[in-house]
């Protein structure tokens, strides 16, 4: 009955533990109107004190960069490059052997899309992204959004 109990009781901290995964960055998707036709998406991701997320810009060998992807809506077209904004750093990481850019605290990633006149469409996709402090990595992650662009 002991190892029973105890089994048990070993089991349910080990859930318990696991069940506690951290996620330093909160995310929030946005649109904001430029005109009539044009928008932009906005990913934004806010940090944990002491974590940072990985910039487009990573090197080989390197931690995984920041990668966004959007779904294909005939409504919309992608209007250039996605735009970092925030304090971008450029750090030695010790854990990988290689320099980086990275963000601390916050970062928004803007996208410009073109939407077709009249129309009400969802700009969608993903964003797949790594999450560091100067001990440990989260394995990357991959968060779906879908934003209302009217």
Not at 68 to 88: A, R
């Amino acid at each position: 009955m002991l190892k029973l109990v105890t089994t048990l009781l070993m089991v349910i901290v080990t859930l318990t533990v696991f069940g506690q995964a951290e996620e330093p960055a909160q995310w929030t998707f946005s649109a904001k109107k430029v005109n009539d036709t044009i928008f932009e998406i906005h990913l934004s991701a806010k940090l944990e004190e002491g974590w940072h997320i990985y910039s487009q810009s990573t090197p080989e060998g390197g931690p995984v960069a920041t990668s966004v992807s959007f779904s294909k809506n005939p409504q919309l077209m992608l209007k250039g490059d996605i735009i970092e904004e925030g304090k971008l750093e450029k750090n030695f990481e010790t854990m990988f052997g290689v320099e980086v850019f990275r963000f601390s605290k916050k970062v928004d990633f803007v996208q410009t899309v073109l939407i077709k006149p009249n129309a009400k469409a969802n700009a969608s996709g993903s964003i797949t992204y790594m999450t560091c402090d100067d001990e440990q990595c989260i394995p990357p992650k991959t968060v779906e959004f879908s934003v209302p662009v009217k």
